[in-house]
T-cell receptor, first 113, second 116 residues
Framework: EAGVAQSPRYKIIEKRQSVAFWCNPI?????LYWYQQILGQGPKLLIQ????????DSQLPKDRFSAERLKGVDSTLKIQPAKLEDSAVYLC???????????FGPGTRLTVL | AQTVTQSQPEMSVQEAETVTLSCTYD???????LFWYKQPPSRQMILVIR??????QNATENRFSVNFQKAAKSFSLKISDSQLGDAAMYFC?????????????FGKGTKLSVIP
């Protein structure tokens, strides 16, 4: 069974530029999550989708971050414009249901200069 | 709001020995789920063990077991017969159904080193 795929693996941009991350969850997983993991901390949930609907985006900085999950499969997370404090690893995860095991992708390491 | 505290930023253990990682949490919910996740260096995070709060019996998975003390809101992870491959960051996490979603809250992690 293929795991959660993410791209790109690494990205370096300058502040005020925009960036987009892509995630392909495990086939059949209805729930998809985007997390931000700052160095030395645990992951923090940014947004949770159930199929193609948003279940929780309470911690998403909506003035600069946006996410979508078209057709309930792939998802993209966008940052525009980026700030220095957005430097982090962005993790995508998926699960069959909200309270079951989450399967994580390899993450995208973003560096904002 | 949920909080998860891992009081040990770093731990080390001799190969083949046993180590216990601590975790405490704070939630007002009665029905919730607890997890330990492992994040090896430059590798993907994977689930180690899962515990339902309504179950009194402690979860076990091969060399991994938990000591779940619901009243004390404590959820420690014991690793027996430690192996070199156990070296990683370990994150404790808790989730409950709030406003229709199960939001997973992670602690800051414990870095485990295994000494040959």
């Amino acid at each position: 069974e293929a795991g959660v795929a993410q791209s790109p693996r690494y990205k370096i941009i300058e502040k005020r530029q925009s960036v987009a991350f892509w995630c392909n969850p495990i086939s059949g997983h209805a729930t998809l999550y985007w997390y931000q993991q700052i160095l030395g901390q645990g992951p923090k949930l940014l947004i949770q989708f159930q199929n193609n609907g948003v279940v929780d985006d309470s911690q998403l900085p909506k003035d600069r971050f946006s996410a979508e999950r078209l057709k309930g499969v792939d998802s993209t997370l966008k940052i525009q414009p980026a700030k220095l404090e957005d430097s982090a690893v962005y993790l995508c995860a998926s699960s069959t249901t909200s309270y079951n095991e989450q399967f994580f992708g390899p993450g995208t390491r973003l560096t904002v200069l | 709001a949920q909080t998860v505290t891992q009081s040990q930023p770093e731990m080390s253990v001799q190969e083949a020995e046993t180590v216990t990682l601590s975790c405490t949490y704070d939630t007002s919910e009665s029905d919730y789920y607890l997890f330990w996740y492992k994040q090896p260096p430059s590798r993907q995070m994977i689930l180690v063990i899962r515990q339902e709060a309504y179950k009194q019996q402690n979860a076990t998975e091969n060399r991994f077991s938990v000591n779940f003390q619901k009243a004390a809101k404590s959820f420690s992870l014991k690793i027996s017969d430690s192996q070199l491959g156990d070296a990683a960051m370990y994150f404790c996490a808790v989730t409950y159904s709030g406003a229709g979603s199960y939001q997973l809250t992670f602690g800051k992690g414990t870095k485990l080193s295994v000494i040959p």
